[in-house]
């Protein structure tokens, strides 16, 4: 299984990005998928989660601004983000747990980053 996000960039304060975070190999079902981020200098952070039921949850930071999804049929998760601050300034990580053949209980896999950066 493997994680590949994409759609991060260099944005000005205020504008806008959708970052996509795709699941490929042998999968039977994943459920929660989320986003995370880490700045220079910091430790990784939670961004925002999203059931396979649909139900989100997003970071004190983010909440208002930025937007979960996913498309199960395709094993993708999106974020997008609006109303860019400097300090959204970070690679961001995908994460998904994912159930299949060599999975059989559950594996948190994780994503490749993608470089976000909020620059005037």
């Known amino acids: 299984v493997q994680l590949q996000a994409s759609g991060g960039g260099l944005v000005q304060p205020g504008g806008s990005l959708r970052l996509s975070c795709v699941a490929s190999?042998?999968?039977?079902?994943?459920?929660?998928m989320g986003w995370y981020r880490q700045a220079p200098g910091k430790q990784r952070e939670w961004v925002a989660t999203i059931t396979n039921a649909g139900r989100t949850n997003y970071a004190d930071s983010v909440k208002g601004r930025f937007t979960i999804s996913r498309d199960s049929a395709k094993n993708t998760v999106y974020l997008q983000m609006n109303s860019l601050k400097f300090e959204d300034t970070a690679i961001y990580y995908c994460?998904?747990?994912?159930?299949?053949?060599?999975?059989?209980?559950?594996?948190?896999?994780w994503g490749n980053g993608t470089q976000v950066t909020v620059s005037s």
């Open positions: 190999g042998s999968i039977f079902t994943i459920n929660d």
């Open positions: 994460n998904a747990e994912v159930f299949g053949p060599e999975e059989p209980y559950g594996v948190d896999y």
